[in-house]
C-alpha cells in the first residue's frame, strides 16, 4: 500500500528540525514531499539537499500549504496523504499508527493528550472542538491536530482556508460530508513557542461561521 500513500511535511522557517524529520520519516518507508511557504532560512536547501522534492505554495499560510500539497498528490495519482507538522512535536513513528485504519475510513486524526498542551492553546483547542462538534453533529477529540492522514479525492475539492484554520475546515468537511472518520491517540511534545499569533483564532471563528451558513443554505 505504501505506491499509494505520501506524507507531506508543510514548512516555514523549519531549518532547526527539518533533517530530523526527512531522516524519521525515511525510516517509515512512505514517500516525502515538502510544501514550503517562501521560507526565509535554508528550509528548502535542506530539503533538497536529502533528495526531497519541495513545491512552493500559494501563500505563507498553512492553508496554502495543505491545498498545494493535495493538488500535487492527486497529479501523482496518490490515494491518501499524511500531513504531519515539521517541529518535532509529533512522532513520525505513529504514522504506521494511522496507516493501520486508512482501509475503512477517509480520515484518520491522531489525537492528542490535551494535558501535554499548553494550557491557553488547550483552552482555545476544547472550544473549537465543542463549537465544530455541536454545530456539525460530531465527535470529534482534536479539530488542531497537526498528524491526519486524508482519502484525496475526499477533500480535494473542498478546502479554501489559507492559514491556521485549515486543520478546522478539514474536520468540518469530514462531518458534513459524513466521512468515515478514526481517531486515534498519538505522542506528542509541546513546542515551546508557536507560530500561531494571539490573533489565530479569529481566522477560525469566522470560517465556522462561513461553514455552517453554507450548511444551511444547502
Not at 479539530?143 to 479525492?153: D, E, F, K, P, T
Not at 486515534?184 to 500561531?196: C, G, N, Q
Request: one cysteine or more; aromatic letters at 8%; a positive charge.
Amino acid at each position: 500500500m505504501n505506491e499509494k500513500i505520501v506524507v507531506c511535511l508543510p514548512t516555514f522557517n523549519e531549518s532547526e528540525s527539518i533533517r530530523e524529520m526527512i531522516q524519521q520519516i525515511r525510516r517509515t518507508g512512505y514517500n516525502l514531499i515538502v510544501v514550503d511557504g517562501y521560507s526565509s532560512d535554508n528550509t528548502r536547501e535542506i530539503a533538497e539537499s536529502e533528495g526531497i522534492p519541495v513545491y512552493s505554495r500559494a501563500g505563507r499560510g498553512k492553508g496554502y500549504g495543505v491545498q498545494k500539497a493535495i493538488e500535487i498528490a492527486a497529479s501523482l495519482k496518490y490515494e491518501w496523504i499524511i500531513f504531519i507538522d515539521c517541529d518535532l512535536t509529533y512522532k513520525p513513528e505513529d504514522i504506521r499508527t494511522l496507516t493501520q485504519h486508512m482501509d475503512k475510513h477517509d480520515m484518520v486524526v491522531g489525537i492528542r493528550d490535551f494535558a501535554r498542551i499548553n494550557f491557553s492553546r488547550r483552552l482555545v483547542n476544547i472550544f473549537f472542538t465543542k463549537v465544530v462538534n455541536l454545530l456539525f453533529k460530531g465527535n470529534l477529540q482534536d479539530v488542531h491536530s497537526g498528524l491526519r492522514a486524508l482519502r484525496i479525492i475526499k477533500f480535494k475539492d473542498y478546502l479554501d482556508a489559507p492559514g491556521f484554520e485549515i486543520e478546522t475546515q478539514i474536520s468540518i468537511v469530514a462531518l458534513k460530508h459524513k466521512l468515515k472518520i478514526k481517531q486515534v491517540l498519538i505522542a506528542f511534545s509541546e513546542r515551546s513557542r508557536s507560530k500561531a499569533g494571539p490573533l489565530a483564532a479569529i481566522p477560525g471563528i469566522i470560517l465556522i461561521i462561513k461553514e455552517y451558513l453554507q450548511g444551511v443554505r444547502h
